[in-house]
């Protein structure tokens, strides 16, 4: 079982709001915390999109914000743009000092 | 602006070992930690490990065995050696920035893909 579970894939059209689910596993011993987006086009290296569940860094539009509700951290991109299509990943700081990430979720922009 | 330069080998046989190498400009080398993060082929992001420039390091569980993380902060580079490398190591490696907290990697080098094959 995955520590962080992701959809495989999300869409939306342009103007649009979507979210983007990341459940922790019940296995995971510990809080839930530290919780990053990242977006990785292809052939690009990821960006930081948001940090500890709800923070952006500078530089990223504010239609990107995450949340975190018991095991489940969220992030919600709105007013979707094409140039938002992308991976996405989820990351927690986990156990006895280790980093895991989601697998992933695809967004189309329709 | 941080940037992130990192090289190393791109093609190994299995049973060799993995080196590269990131180096640190504009930034305060000795105020974060620093970590090694890859992506093999059509699959997700897999955390290495990290270091400081004390040489303190964390690894992921899975690998732990056969990486190590090194610092060199007279030159403000930091190191990824992984040993006994198979098919399934191929993917492309990311040196970055840890920025806040244990996983806000803000900063990134531009990767290589590493190759293992005979």
């Known amino acids: 079982q995955p520590a962080l579970t992701q959809p495989a894939s999300v869409s939306g059209s342009p103007g649009q709001s979507i979210t983007i689910s990341c459940t922790r596993s019940s296995s995971e011993v510990g809080a839930y915390h530290y919780v990053s987006w990242f977006q990785v086009h292809p052939g690009k290296a990821p960006k930081l999109m948001i940090y500890d569940v709800s923070n952006r860094p500078s530089g990223v539009p504010d239609r990107f914000s995450g949340s975190k509700s018991g095991n489940t951290a969220s992030l919600t991109i709105s007013g979707l743009q094409t140039e938002d299509e992308a991976d996405y990943y989820c990351s927690s700081y986990s156990s006895f000092n280790t980093v895991v990430f989601g697998g992933g979720t695809k967004l189309s922009v329709l | 602006q941080v940037q992130l330069q990192q090289w190393g080998a791109g093609l190994l046989k299995p049973s060799e070992t993995l080196s590269l190498t990131c180096a640190v400009y504009?930034?305060?080398?000795?105020?974060?930690?620093w970590s090694w993060i890859r992506q093999a082929p059509g699959t997700g992001l897999e955390w290495i490990g990290n270091?400081?420039?004390?040489?303190?390091?964390n690894y992921n569980p899975s690998l732990n065995s056969r990486v190590t993380i090194s610092v060199d902060t007279s030159k403000n580079q930091f190191s990824l050696t992984l040993t006994s490398v198979t098919a399934a190591d191929t993917a492309v490696y990311y040196c970055?920035?840890?920025?806040?907290?244990?996983?806000?990697?803000?900063?990134w080098g531009q990767g290589i893909l590493v190759t293992v094959s005979s």
């Open positions: 970055a920035r840890v920025a806040h907290l244990w996983n806000s990697f803000e900063n």
């Open positions: 504009d930034a305060s080398f000795s105020d974060y930690y």
């Open positions: 270091i400081n420039h004390s040489g303190s390091t």
